[in-house]
């Protein structure tokens, strides 16, 4: 059944935000600490889970991916809500933030690489020198 | 002729789907018609979405963009925070913590780096610009990371609107910047093999833009930068309203 699959999301989804908010509360600041992350971490799992058990059915799975393809959507919508007059007139941090920390990151993929190739090679000689 | 006018008004949700609905396809044809496909139609999509909320702004002088335009009302509901944060958790349907296994550890750190490099960044670049709270601030950061994280991170925390609408265009320039630098920078980067297009949708991260990016560069390595990058929307969202922005109120106080 498709509900199962939208239930499973919303319980999941609740928790987060519980999680979250209570949280908050425990470090004594008025907000949601990481919600939406716990949320998407316990669907992870209970899907995971489900999964294991041969319990996913594709019907289950609609339910979810219905609301997940309506997210670009929603994002749209909620771009269309925002107070963006009030916030044109520091459009030029939009620029710099959308372009200079993508840009170091960009340097950073080789070097990681380099890291990761240097890493498996080493894994490989400890294991040729044990042999 | 009232009477339609009411209807439409109370049923908003509806001219909000369809008016959704329109603005996608119209984005999609422009994607297609004028930048070959190299600016992806989410991104247009969502730009549109910045300039109707200023026009909303500019016609009402409200703060709410649009839906401060009566018959646009219903966007406030399918714009807010609860379908949101619905629908994105519902991405993480797809994901399995036996592909991030894949990837192993250079994945993962490539995940925390960016993030965590996109936060730092963000941040400094708006404490340049003279932003001085913690909300401001880390919500601006998050925007650094995708055009996601930003604004749930900046509900979580309670920042403006403004504030909210910056960090969604942050991340909607990085979305097409990375689409259009990745095939362009691939050669210097070493993009041209299933580990490094790993660490590449770890380190960068925003879904559309990492999988257009590969797709231009070289589409066999698509699957690879999305196994990663599926993951960094949902740690920015767990990492951005949380330990970073604590750490920031922390330094801030």
Known sequence: MMIYGVAILAACFLMGKVLGEGLGQLIGIDANVGG???????????TQWMHNRRWLTEQFESGVVFWSNLYIPVIVAMSVIQNVKGALSSGVIAILTGI???????????????????????????????? | MKSLTDILIRDGLMIALISTGLLIALSAWISNRFTNGKIPGPAIAIFSGLALAYLGGYLTGGSNGLA?????????????????????????????????KKAGLPGVLALVLGVVVS?????????????????????????ACTFIVGPVTGSAIGATSEVIALSIAAGVIKSIAVTIATPWAAKSMGLNNPQSAMIYGGL??????????????????VPYGAITATFYTGLGCLLCPSVLYLILRWMLN
Do not use: H
């Open chain 1, 36 to 46: 939406v992350g716990f949320s998407m971490i316990l669907l992870i799992a209970a």
């Open chain 2, 119 to 143: 936060f730092i960044v963000g941040v400094g670049l708006a404490g340049l610009m003279g932003y001085r709270d913690a909300e401001s601030l880390a919500t601006i950061g998050a925007g």
């Open chain 1, 100 to 131: 200079i920390p993508t840009a170091l990151c960009f340097f950073l993929v080789p070097w990681l690489s380099n890291l990761s190739r240097a890493n498996s090679k080493e894994v490989l000689q400890e294991k040729e020198n044990k042999a």
């Open chain 2, 68 to 100: 401060d335009v009566g018959l646009f009302s219903g966007f406030a509901l399918l714009g807010g925070s609860l379908l949101r944060d619905f629908t994105i958790v519902a991405t993480a349907m797809g994901a399995r913590f036996s592909e991030m």
């Open chain 2, 204 to 221: 960068i991260g925003t879904t559309s833009g990492v999988a257009a990016g590969l797709a231009a560069t070289d589409p066999k390595l």
